[in-house]
Nanobody, 134 residues
Framework: QVHLAEAGGGLVQTGDSLRLSCVAS????????VGWFRQPPGGNREFVAT????????YYANSVKGRFTISRDNTKNAVNLQMNNLKVEDTAAYYC?????????????????WGPGTQVNVYWGQGTQVTDSS
């Protein structure tokens, strides 16, 4: 197993961006398949994104495709998740995940190392009044 530590969660309003980071203690972090999962309030832990160990290909859950970007920096033993255009339904605890086996992690059962998690809360903005002047 590898020790993982996430950072970057917070409270934001809809449409905002956040960048989560995860740093690993293992110097051979590039030997691990890595990804991000999340667990919404009262829900199950679910796959968000993964980046393959060998080719660096990325895969995303349909709910975040086009808004989230996963990347890894093996020189810093880190994997990041850039989250744009956040929605209320993105509210969850986000977990960094790693596996010594396989090329990617897309299922909870594949993970053998978890970070402690970082909380992301997205609330509705106050909105903008639109007046029809016609």
């Amino acid at each position: 197993q590898v020790h993982l530590a996430e950072a970057g969660g917070g409270l934001v309003q809809t449409g905002d961006s956040l960048r989560l980071s995860c740093v690993a203690s293992e110097r051979t972090f590039n030997d691990y398949a890595v990804g991000w999962f999340r667990q919404p309030p009262g829900g199950n832990r679910e796959f968000v994104a993964t980046i393959t160990r060998n080719t660096g290909s990325t895969y995303y859950a349909n709910s975040v495709k086009g808004r989230f970007t996963i990347s890894r920096d093996n020189t810093k033993n880190a994997v990041n998740l850039q989250m744009n255009n956040l929605k209320v339904e993105d509210t969850a605890a986000y977990y960094c995940a790693a596996s010594r086996w396989g090329d990617s992690v897309t299922n909870v059962a594949e993970v053998d190392s978890w970070g402690p998690g970082t909380q992301v809360n997205v609330y509705w903005g106050q909105g903008t009044q639109v007046t029809d002047s016609s």
